[in-house]
């Protein structure tokens, strides 16, 4: 018989996960605790490892060290059965260009043995209803990324496991996707994904892991990692005029981190320290506009916990304008890619 994991409260644990490619340690000792009913957010710039260990925890690559559990199990014993009811969209989602969307679902829903009832609510759920007989080779990037939200969703899977699932998406079916993601929470299901997009993460996890160069560097709650280095809220203010000068004023008035744009004005400053600022400029007679106050961003706990290799990496780290990906001719193939092949 096999060992019940100890920590039946977990729905994913990895303990000190390896996997090497060749030369490249591409997992280096990362242990995972995602709790029944998380929203938990795997963080990293491009080439963190995240899809590896994702393919560990799905058991589509042998790790070379280290634990999976599942719900309590023990992959390397159970095998197959720790991984019924896992929804699972891969990082590049491609399927066979002859099938149609509701062709695809199907194939699908036989493969997982669930009930075909669901493919047309599900392919409404993501937009598809009017694509239903179309060919998935007619599909942009986008479509064949939101048909594979909708198979990843067969079966009402107690775990999601989604790897970077905005990646293609423009922001209106991004939208989509989240409220997806929140309503599958809602109902119960945890909610495990990759993404080198801190703002959405930051916007739906209640927890947050951030990898680097394969290992962990922090996993704990998105508020702790905000508040573990005690990032200052920045106030953003709009004066009528002289961004410069007040800007100047506000440097000689002790404040260090100050940018200007124009007229808008963004300081880091103490919440205690607000109305210092606001003197400041009134003081010496400048009209502020307006102002508001901006709490510290998980990207800024990003940098402030990984610095220059944030940005060096490829995280994006601009939360304002969400960069879209480089519209790309869809491929299409076998739908499920080995990887093994490439796996020295
Ligand atoms: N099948 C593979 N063969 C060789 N190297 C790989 C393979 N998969 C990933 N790698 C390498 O492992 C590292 C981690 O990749 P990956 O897990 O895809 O990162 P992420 O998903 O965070 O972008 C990268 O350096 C990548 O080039
Ligand atoms: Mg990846």
């Known amino acids: 018989m096999t060992e019940p994991d100890s920590m039946p409260e977990f729905m994913i644990r990895t303990v000190d996960l390896h996997k090497s490619f060749k030369t490249v340690k591409a997992v ?4 995972l605790n995602v709790r029944k009913g998380d929203i938990y957010g795997f963080l ?13 925890i799905l058991g589509l690559l042998n790790q070379d060290a280290g634990k999976v559990y599942l719900n309590g ?20 989602a491609q399927f066979y260009r002859n099938l149609t969307a509701y062709q695809t679902m199907e194939f699908f ?36 990324q939101l048909l594979g939200v909708a198979q990843s969703l067969l079966g009402d899977p107690h775990l999601l496991i989604l790897d970077e699932p905005t990646s293609g998406l423009d922001p209106r ?7 997806i993601i929140l309503e599958m929470s809602a109902k119960g299901t945890t909610v495990f994904f990759s993404s080198h997009l801190l703002f959405e993460v930051q916007e739906l996890c209640n927890k947050v892991a951030i990898l680097n160069r394969g290992q962990l560097v922090i996993e704990d709650t998105v508020e702790n990692i905000s508040d573990g280095i005690q990032l200052k809220p920045h106030l953003i203010l709009r004066v009528a005029k002289d961004g410069d000068v007040v800007g100047q004023l506000l440097r000689a008035g002790g404040f260090s981190d100050v940018t200007v744009a124009g007229n808008q004005i963004t300081v ?16 010496a007679g400048y009209e502020i506009l307006d102002f508001k106050t901006e709490e510290p961003s998980l990207e800024d706990a990003f940098l402030g ?21 480089e519209p790309e001719e869809p491929s299409f193939a076998e739908p499920v890619p080995s990887d093994e092949e490439v796996d020295a």
């Open 28 to 31: 280096n000792g990362v242990s």
């Open 44 to 56: 990293g710039p491009n080439g963190a490892g995240k899809t590896t260990t994702i393919k560990a």
């Open 73 to 92: 199990m023990d992959t390397s014993e159970v095998g197959v059965e720790a991984r019924v009811g896992i929804g699972y969209l891969p990082e590049r």
């Open 109 to 144: 829903a036989e493969l997982k043995g669930v009930d075909k009832g669901q493919c047309d609510e599900l392919l409404k759920k993501v937009g598809l209803e009017s694509w239903r007989d179309a060919k998935v080779g007619t599909f942009s990037k986008g479509m064949v």
């Open 173 to 179: 079916w991004a939208r989509v996707l989240k409220d």
């Open 268 to 283: 880091s400053v103490e919440k205690t320290e607000k109305t210092k600022v606001l003197h400041i400029i009134e003081q």
């Open 305 to 325: 916990y990984i610095g220059d290799e944030a940005t060096a990496g490829g995280i994006q780290v601009d939360k304002k304008k969400p960069k879209m990906e």
